[in-house]
């Protein structure tokens, strides 16, 4: 027992440092404790709204499949391929986008580059309304070729948005404001599945005539116009919101000085460069943690949840059908991993403190894949035929497992280096995190052949 034991317990090299032994000298010469930053209600809110822009522009992606199929289907090719285009584009120019800027740490200010984001986005995102008006009459290819633009596009901010908003964070040596980052990504994936549902059940079963109208958003350009640009309204909230947190808000890491006191965040820099192989030793039972992670989540998760169906006969209930029970089979996933994210809000539950046990963790992930194999797959019949059982055990449960250690995770990067190194390492772990998700992609290929 004292071996299990001591296998969770981080020694050594490897510990925690606290800030608040940490001390300065002084004018006069001696040394003075410096003092925990304090917690704020209000940058709380807006690293939580900045959480949900990171990903609510990406799920507007996958809110106009619908669209983007209608706009495709007469081109064989592009239409069986948009899908597999969008997430190849996304996810090089994403983890190409975090590796880059993640190597790129002194002189480069990590809220221009947040800023600089959430402006792309507004970019991109009011083009693409637009452009369901303006290219209605575009050939198939032309508008594939503009779409794989608005990937690129979206992709490059968001890995621009995730390296600066990690990194701008773990300089505040704060986790509660990470876990406000994690708890606003996972609402965003939560309220596109229920908008799905919500619009599938408003259409009545007699009047859906075939499965294009079943899907649920986009199948109009109307409809693909407000979502798009409901994208831009989150993006533009964001932005007033950190502009008015930069304003109001001194430089957390200088001394509260009359000179220094109304220093604008803007203007930090970071304090060193770090290399990347020295942030992953000191990180690297946690940077792995995360990177297994979403790379288990990626491979596995999205493959089966569009591919299990319900036990039940779907003429009993339109719940059972497929128009609205695979979408909320998404919902229930995303539930768990929203409940997963904010659970590590309380004091003490976050594993951001227990790097080893949290790599162990992540790793026996891999439980869920025989479990989803228990399932009603493609309809094929079920060894445990139970809705409950997918719902309840399977996707809401993987989902929570998701949310909290990758919470912890990310949590953990201001924890295990010096206060002047917090910066490069959250946009190490944030680097990390997409590895994970691009490979995950990737292998989820091969799962789903």
Known sequence: ????????????????????????????????????????????????????????AWNMFL?????????????????????????????LTNLGTVYAFAKIQKRVSYPWRITLSLLIN??????????????????????????????????????????????YVA????????????????????????????????????????????????????????????????????????????????NPKQKATDDDENTPLADRTPDKSVSLWTLFKKLRYLSLAVFVCLQVTMMFFPVYTSRILSVNDPTTSRMFDTSVFIPLAFLFWNIGDLSGRLAVA???????????????????????????????????????????FYLFIVQLLFGATNGYLASSCMMGASVWVSEDEREAAGGFMSMMLIAGLAAGSFLSFIVAS
């Open 346 to 388: 309380y004091p003490g539950f976050s594993l951001a403190h227990r790097p080893k046990l949290a790599f162990v963790l992540t790793v026996a992930r891999f439980i869920f894949v025989p479990l989803y194999l228990l399932c009603n797959i493609n309809g094929t019949g079920a060894i445990v035929r139970s809705d409950f």
């Open 1 to 56: 027992m004292d071996r299990v034991r001591r296998l969770f317990m981080d020694r050594g090299a490897y510990e925690p440092l606290d800030d608040s032994a940490e001390v300065d000298a002084g004018e006069d010469g001696h040394d003075q404790e410096r003092a925990p930053p304090r917690f704020s209600r209000l940058e709380y809110s807006v690293f939580f709204l900045l959480g949900v822009s990171m990903l609510w």
């Open 171 to 250: 300089g505040y040596g704060r986790e509660e404001y990470t876990q406000a980052i994690m708890g606003g990504q996972g609402v965003a994936g939560v309220l596109p599945c229920v908008a799905q549902i919500v619009s599938v059940l408003a259409v009545p079963r007699e009047n859906s005539g075939g499965q294009a109208q079943d899907g649920v958003q986009g199948s109009s350009s109307k409809s693909a116009f407000i979502y798009f640009f409901t994208a831009t309204g989150v993006s533009v909230l964001t932005l007033l919101a950190f502009l008015y947190l930069l304003r109001n808000r001194p």
């Open 122 to 167: 507004c970019f991109v995102f009011t083009l693409l309304a637009f452009s369901t008006i303006v290219m209605k009459d575009s050939s198939v290819r032309a508008y594939f070729g503009f779409l794989m633009v608005m990937v690129f596009g979206a992709s490059f901010a968001a890995g621009l948005n995730q390296n600066g908003v990690f990194a």
């Open 63 to 91: 809110a106009a499949s619908t669209y983007f199929y209608n706009r495709f289907e007469s081109d064989e090719w592009t239409s069986t391929h948009y899908q597999p285009s969008i997430l190849t584009v996304s996810t």
